[in-house]
DNA sequence: GCGACAG
DNA sequence: ATCTTGTCGC
């Protein structure tokens, strides 16, 4: 069985060894904590715009992708920016890796716009995929969270198996144990850390989301934000940057 | 030994 | 992630 420490991509060695490294080095940036003013004020009143980051392909074939990345108004979920290019993918995709293929390009967008619109910048972003809930405690959210100083939410809508975690018949059990909306579960790695929270994003769907903590934003308010932000089951921002990339 | 494991 | 039709239900 691979530990999450010596756990390496198959046929992949130069990622998997400096990546891992890179990783571990980044991974003392990540802030797991409440930094920011909105989120010590009562209902949030200084939060206004939430933003979405996300990465499509096309063809499948080839190295092309889009990014797309949206910023909505807060607590309406309004759109009030949208962007989206073509860039060129380089690396492969490996579970455990995937910060290494899709965050250059979102640094890349945040960027832009902070240059562009700075007035439009996101005050938190909801990321695809997970953040300390991760190989090396430190996925896409994280990775993101520290090279743009954002507060960062990883929200996954598959379970990463990692530290014992597993979609077992228990874990199954748990999910169906999310009634309604709002409805959690804490997921514990075997180490006994809370690596995130399994969360029923909207009543009409069982399947629930994987939210873990990016950067600069703690566990709890991260739930509760990924939660405000659920008409559906993807969370808004989430779904409007997957729907504008495609 | 094979397969599994975010997007 | 992406390939893909219809179908069941509110």
């Given at each position: 069985?691979?530990?999450?420490?010596?756990?390496?991509?198959?046929?992949?060695?130069?990622?998997?060894?400096?990546?891992?490294?890179?990783?571990?080095?980044?991974?003392?940036?990540?802030?797991?904590?409440?930094?920011?003013?909105?989120?010590?004020?009562?209902?949030?009143?200084?939060?206004?715009?939430?933003?979405?980051?996300?990465?499509?392909?096309?063809?499948?074939?080839?190295?092309?992708?889009?990014?797309?990345?949206?910023?909505?108004?807060?607590?309406?979920?309004?759109?009030?920016?949208?962007?989206?290019?073509?860039?060129?993918?380089?690396?492969?995709?490996?579970?455990?890796?995937?910060?290494?293929?899709?965050?250059?390009?979102?640094?890349?967008?945040?960027?832009?716009?902070?240059?562009?619109?700075?007035?439009?910048?996101?005050?938190?972003?909801?990321?695809?995929?997970?953040g300390?809930l991760?190989?090396?405690?430190?996925?896409?959210?994280?990775?993101?969270?520290?090279?743009?100083?954002?507060?960062?939410?990883g929200?996954?809508?598959?379970?990463?198996?990692?530290?014992?975690?597993?979609?077992?018949?228990?874990?199954?059990?748990?999910?169906?144990?999310?009634?309604?909306?709002?409805?959690?579960?804490?997921?514990?790695?075997?180490?006994?850390?809370?690596?995130g929270?399994?969360?029923?994003?909207?009543?009409?769907?069982?399947?629930?989301?994987?939210?873990s903590?990016?950067?600069?934003?703690?566990?709890?308010?991260?739930?509760?934000?990924?939660?405000?932000?659920?008409?559906?089951?993807?969370?808004?921002?989430?779904?409007?940057?997957?729907?504008?990339?495609?």
């Amino acid at each position: 069985r691979c530990t999450a420490v010596s756990f390496r991509p198959p046929a992949l060695g130069a990622l998997g060894l400096w990546g891992g490294v890179e990783q571990d080095r980044l991974r003392a940036a990540v802030v797991p904590e409440d930094t920011e003013r909105w989120q010590r004020e009562p209902g949030w009143a200084g939060l206004q715009r939430v933003g979405g980051v996300d990465l499509s392909y096309g063809g499948g074939n080839d190295g092309s992708a889009c990014v797309s990345l949206v910023v909505l108004g807060y607590p309406g979920l309004q759109v009030l920016y949208e962007d989206c290019r073509m860039v060129a993918v380089n690396a492969p995709y490996v579970a455990g890796f995937l910060a290494f293929r899709e965050v250059p390009f979102m640094v890349e967008a945040v960027e832009r716009l902070q240059r562009e619109q700075p007035e439009l910048r996101p005050q938190v972003l909801l990321v695809d995929g997970n953040g300390l809930l991760h190989q090396r405690g430190f996925g896409v959210a994280c990775h993101l969270g520290v090279l743009t100083d954002l507060p960062c939410v990883g929200v996954a809508k598959n379970l990463l198996h990692v530290d014992g975690l597993v979609k077992d018949e228990l874990h199954k059990e748990q999910i169906r144990s999310l009634q309604k909306k709002g409805d959690t579960f804490p997921l514990m790695g075997t180490s006994g850390a809370v690596l995130g929270m399994a969360l029923r994003g909207c009543n009409n769907s069982s399947k629930p989301l994987y939210v873990s903590v990016g950067h600069r934003i703690c566990l709890e308010t991260a739930v509760h934000l990924v939660k405000s932000c659920c008409k559906y089951r993807i969370p808004e921002p989430i779904r409007q940057v997957e729907k504008q990339g495609s």
